[in-house]
């Protein structure tokens, strides 16, 4: 991809994301913990990339973790996210990305409840949108 494009991608995406948004799907950024809008969202629904609108995570599959952000056991689809090693912050951790659009998601960890998955997907509520009662 030339710079021209680059530049040009990035500009969309800073045309159609908030500042915040910007910050954590296209910088890696993460949202201040026990902030996000959908963090206590306990409707029945689906939640889906903020960015781009693949379909994400399923409701049923959310979990109170205590960590601050919305956590999953699994995605609807794992082929609708891609994970990356990062090495960031001192630490080794693997980076959630949506595998339409490529915004950065969170984070997934070996420490769920789910004694199928045994995964914490802990995602950045400013990174999801939720649709009630989709299924």
């Known amino acids: 991809m030339t710079d021209d494009m680059k530049n040009m991608l990035e500009a969309y995406w800073r045309e159609k994301l908030t500042p915040e948004q910007y ?3 296209r910088q890696a950024g993460t949202e201040a913990p ?3 809008e959908l963090y206590g969202n306990k409707k029945e ?3 889906k990339c903020a960015a781009c609108g693949s379909e994400l995570f399923a409701s049923g599959t959310k979990f109170e973790s205590g960590t601050g952000w919305p956590s999953f056991d699994n995605p609807v689809n794992l082929e609708h996210v891609k994970l990356h090693v990062d090495d960031s912050l001192g630490m080794r951790r693997t980076e959630v990305r949506c595998a339409a659009c490529d915004a950065h998601l969170g984070h997934v960890f070996d420490d769920g409840p789910s004694k199928t998955t045994g995964k ?3 995602i950045n509520s400013c990174a999801l ?4 009662g989709a299924k």
């Open 129 to 132: 949108n939720f649709e009630e």
């Open 23 to 25: 910050k954590v799907m």
């Open 120 to 122: 914490r997907y802990c």
């Open 45 to 47: 629904g689906m939640y």
């Open 34 to 36: 026990f902030t996000g």
